[in-house]
């Protein structure tokens, strides 16, 4: 696809569904076709435009993730974490289809970004003395099965010797993640 074209795609996008937040200066963008969803994310951030979330014999959510470096993760027990835009062809599109042991009691409707969500949060535990922080976002108004989904893998501090590691603050990365969500321009 040409500049030309590109840009014609985009405000298209933009035209069915509303504008998005601006981007801070510097970030990069992304138009992903299949989903129908522009975006903006830091520059010092890793795309996997093939991202599946579980056994992909199992037929998982697929679409594609935004890996964060290394150094958000540096000195602290962070061990992992990645921002997703995942569909799954659904014909009930809910929370729950996207992982997690979610009940209809676990979730919420958030009105963000110009839209409304179903949204969800999971606390698990990954064992190891560790556990997962999740969020899913499921994308009302459209005509296909989307969900923003923010993930964590966190490790408990009593795996670092005092003074090796810092609590990692979770606020920090959320507030990232709810800033790459609020870029966001799904086509309908």
Not at 71 to 80: A, F, H, Q
Not at 119 to 132: M, N, P, Q, S
Request: aromatic share 14%; charged share 20%; glycine share 10%.
């Amino acid at each position: 696809m040409n500049r030309a074209h590109f840009i014609a795609a985009a405000f298209a996008i933009l035209a069915v569904a509303g504008g998005a937040n601006a981007a801070p200066p510097g970030w990069k963008h992304y138009t992903d076709p299949r989903l129908g969803v522009t975006f903006a994310y830091p520059p010092d951030w890793s795309l996997a435009k093939d991202y599946w979330y579980g056994p992909k014999e199992q037929h998982p959510p697929h679409g594609f993730g935004i890996q964060i470096p290394a150094s958000l993760r540096e000195g602290t027990n962070l061990v992992t974490a990645d921002f997703a835009v995942l569909t799954n062809g659904a014909k009930t599109c809910k929370p729950a289809a996207f992982g997690g042991a979610i009940d209809g009691s676990d979730v919420e409707t958030l009105n963000a970004d110009g839209r409304t969500y179903q949204a969800a949060r999971i606390h698990d535990d990954a064992g190891y003395g560790e556990f997962y922080e999740t969020r899913i976002f499921v994308v009302t108004g459209l005509s296909r099965c989307i969900a923003v989904k923010y993930f964590m893998r966190i490790a408990s501090m009593t795996h670092y010797v005092p003074g090796e590691a810092k609590e990692y603050d979770p606020d920090v990365l959320w507030k990232i993640f709810d800033d790459i969500r609020a870029t966001m321009v799904f086509r309908k």
